[in-house]
Nanobody, 115 residues
Framework: QVQLVESGGGLVQPGGSLRLSCAASGSMFRFVVMDWYRQAPGKQRELVATITKSGNINYADSVKGRFTISRDNAKNTMYLQMNSLKPEDTAIYYC?????????WGQGTQVTVSS
């Protein structure tokens, strides 16, 4: 079993920054891939960023140059640093881990970008 708990969401003005955290139960060393997804109202959930155990990283085109994904295996925590936020970044952000043949999701954290 894997439990994922996101935190760090909130209301921010356009151009502002937020840092999301995803705390995982147990050791993160076992997770080859970890992701951040987001789901805006009325839209499908979309992949935002992926980081592998070996450090390979990929971003959605919409967030490249603005978002940075990282993981600290010693702290069992994954992060998403979000800069230059836009209203279209408004969504619920989810931490995701595929492991042991299952898909694990956090409960999500709301990010609202508005003036």
């Amino acid at each position: 079993q894997v439990q994922l708990v996101e935190s760090g969401g909130g209301l921010v003005q356009p151009g502002g920054s937020l840092r999301l955290s995803c705390a995982a139960s147990g050791s993160m060393f076992r997770f080859v891939v970890m992701d951040w997804y987001r789901q805006a109202p009325g839209k499908q959930r979309e992949l935002v960023a992926t980081i592998t155990k070996s450090g390979n990283i990929n971003y959605a085109d919409s967030v490249k140059g603005r978002f940075t994904i990282s993981r600290d295996n010693a702290k069992n925590t994954m992060y998403l640093q979000m800069n230059s936020l836009k209203p279209e970044d408004t969504a619920i952000y989810y931490c995701h881990v595929p492991w042991g043949g299952y898909e694990y999701w956090g409960q999500g954290t709301q990010v609202t970008v508005s003036s």
